[in-house]
């Protein structure tokens, strides 16, 4: 036994004078009590009587004596932290490395999987050596970085909170300088760059694997309404697998096949995504005896992949209907205001342009206005501003995307009012111009909205090369039609400020806003959605990647012993009383405490 607060001779020190101090006071007898009685006649025949001690008060007096000490015992010896379960009892100075990149999440055979083998192997490592060895855990996903060697308890910390990295960079951590023991526990596969002096501890052992190496959801470019999946599947495993490969999303959309792939090959498919409605699309694989399953699906977003029905209400603009006319995916109605009005708003489209003009109520669907009228759905007009400046815009917003405005002018806009809440936060994002004279504003209304504040035939922006770019972000934007963005597991960036993200069931995730973007941590292949005001961006997180797939390249040598015997789960679980016994003692204390206590009232001890 060692222990962590006090040396050895100043707990001997202590427990002698905690017995010394529990057998004096046992010893002592306490003074008697003066009492005034009548008379002493019976009182002196009485004490010339000696009471005889018989073997049992003796014994009850002993008992008494041993359980105070014991009490006393135990409350010293936990001040001093006693520690148990060294292997040994010299000093080291320990360091160990445990690789925590993807591939140590494969199963093998007894049940467990790589990293649950390298947790065990480090517990047991990090149990040697005495209470003065010092001792360091150190991963290779920078979940636990390099930092100076503690105790033993500090580090077995550290090894509780580390958890598998799907994604990332996983590398061999610089480590301090030492002339201690350095061990690193791995399977050899992600990870390699470890020193000659490193004991290797293998957890390495041969699985079968079927991953998805690469899926992504993009259109045809000489058909945009067209879009097509490309999916690759590769297989990892030492024997030829059969592999059933299923595609699920919105609607009725289904596609499955069946496939037989060789040790080693990869095969790719483009499917043809017809039959499948606007939404999130998923893929997954199933075969037998597959040892790592975060490779087996993935996920995208299929944009809407049908023409869009564009109603343009105008007075007449030969920009706009030549632009429209000339989009492929758009089937333009052309209507003048009273063609609107005397339809009472009961025209059917996807999105709606208004120019100079706005239905006294709002449209059912995403809009976009020049130079609208004042209307009770939209926010008031203040002036008409003659020949503003352009003061910036807002290249970082899908709506411009692309769009240059450096030589944009506006010979009269109107100054509108801003668009806030009760608590004075704005509910509209400010594309062009700023928060004295907005000249291109878009918010949610419910519907998305995309208001500009000047008609085109009052500046030179249909003749400008970047309008054809706007109008065809901006039907983008109203009509959401974006691919999802692609990221690994891990760390995730999106470049909306302030945004709030959610999984596919509507689960928030917690975020960690930055000047210019969000960030996010996705422990697991999904599909999020950003929303930053009326901006949304969808991510596909998704492993695809052909080394985290490849679970058997491992870079250790053959005559790299396999640490695979240790029993895993009893090493990952903690001991009831971890590796400091002062937890037990005060327990033992408590008990004994209350043993006396009934023992005393019962009179069978004094």
């Known amino acids: 036994m060692s222990f962590l607060s006090l040396s050895p001779a100043m707990v001997g020190l202590l427990l002698a004078a905690t017995a010394a101090t529990v057998a004096i006071l046992y010893w002592l007898k306490p003074p008697p009590k003066r009492v005034v009685v009548p008379s002493t006649i019976l ?10 001690q018989t073997f049992l008060d003796r014994l009850r007096w002993w008992i008494s004596l041993m359980l105070a000490l014991a009490i006393g015992l135990s409350v010293a010896t936990a001040l001093g ?31 467990f999987t790589r990293w649950e083998h390298a947790v065990s192997q480090a517990r047991a490592l990090l149990q040697q050596g005495s209470a003065g060895s010092s001792f360091l855990l150190v991963d290779t996903a920078g979940q636990a970085p390099p930092t100076e060697a503690a105790d033993r308890s500090a580090a077995l910390e550290v090894l509780s909170s580390l958890t598998v990295a799907l994604g990332g960079d996983s590398q061999f951590p610089l480590l301090p300088p030492s002339d201690g023991e350095l061990y690193f526990i791995s399977d050899g596969v992600m990870v390699d760059g470890a020193p000659p002096e490193a004991q ?8 079968d694997n079927v991953g998805i ?33 299923r595609l699920s999303g919105s609607g009725s959309g289904r596609l499955g096949e069946t496939m037989t792939l060789q040790p080693g090959e990869s095969r790719g498919r483009t ?9 999130p699309v998923r893929v997954a694989l199933t075969t037998d005896r597959d040892a790592f399953v975060a490779d087996d699906y993935a996920y995208s977003f299929l944009p809407v992949r049908r023409r869009t029905r564009v109603v343009l209400v105008s007075p007449g603009s030969i920009y706009l209907e030549r632009l429209l006319l000339l989009q492929p995916r758009i089937a333009l109605e052309f209507l003048t205001p009273d063609q609107y009005d005397r339809s009472s708003g009961g025209v059917a489209a996807d999105v709606f342009i208004f120019d100079r003009y706005a239905p006294p109520a709002a449209p059912a669907g995403p809009a976009l206005l020049f130079l609208p009228p004042d209307r009770p759905w939209l926010s008031p007009t203040l002036e008409i501003v003659d020949s503003p400046s352009v003061e910036g815009w807002d290249t970082s917003h899908e709506v411009l995307q692309f769009v240059s405005l450096e030589d944009l002018r506006v010979d009269r806009a109107a100054r509108i009012t801003p668009l806030i809440d009760a608590s004075g936060a704005d509910l509209a994002d400010i594309l062009v111009g700023n928060a004295t004279l907005p000249l291109v504003v878009a918010y949610e209304n419910p519907e998305k909205i995309l208001r500009v504040a000047f008609a085109l035939e009052d500046s030179n922006f249909p003749l ?5 770019i706007f109008l065809s972000n901006a039907l983008s934007w109203m009509m959401d039609e974006h691919v999802a963005l692609a990221s690994p597991p891990g760390r995730v960036e999106v470049p909306l400020p302030g945004a709030t993200v959610a999984d596919l069931e509507g689960n928030e995730v917690t975020t960690w806003p930055l000047a210019d973007r969000t960030v996010f941590v996705a422990e697991k292949p999904g599909l999020y959605t950003a929303r930053s005001g009326s901006r949304r961006l969808r991510v596909a997180v998704n492993l695809a990647d052909p080394e985290r797939s490849a679970v058997n390249a491992t870079g250790f040598p053959p005559g790299t012993a396999a640490a695979t015997s240790t029993p895993p789960l009893a090493a990952v679980q903690p001991s009831v009383w971890g590796d400091e016994l002062w937890m037990l ?3 033992i204390a408590v008990v004994l405490i209350i043993g006396e206590w009934f023992t005393y009232h019962r009179r069978l001890t004094v």
């Open 43 to 52: 009182w002196n025949r009485l004490l010339r009587e000696k009471k005889k």
């Open 81 to 111: 932290r006693p520690e148990v379960g060294a292997t040994g009892d010299e000093v080291r100075d320990i360091t160990v490395v445990i690789d925590n990149s993807a591939t140590m999440a494969t199963l093998t055979t007894d049940g």
């Open 200 to 207: 290797i501890v293998s957890v390495f052992e041969a699985a």
């Open 213 to 245: 190496t690469a899926f992504e959801i993009r259109s045809v470019p000489a058909a945009p309404l067209t879009y097509q999946a490309f999916l690759e599947v590769t297989n990892a495993s030492p024997g030829p697998k059969e592999v059933s490969v």
């Open 271 to 279: 499917i043809d995504l017809s039959s499948f409605d606007r939404g």
């Open 464 to 468: 400008q090369p970047a309008f054809p």
């Open 585 to 587: 003692l005060l327990t």
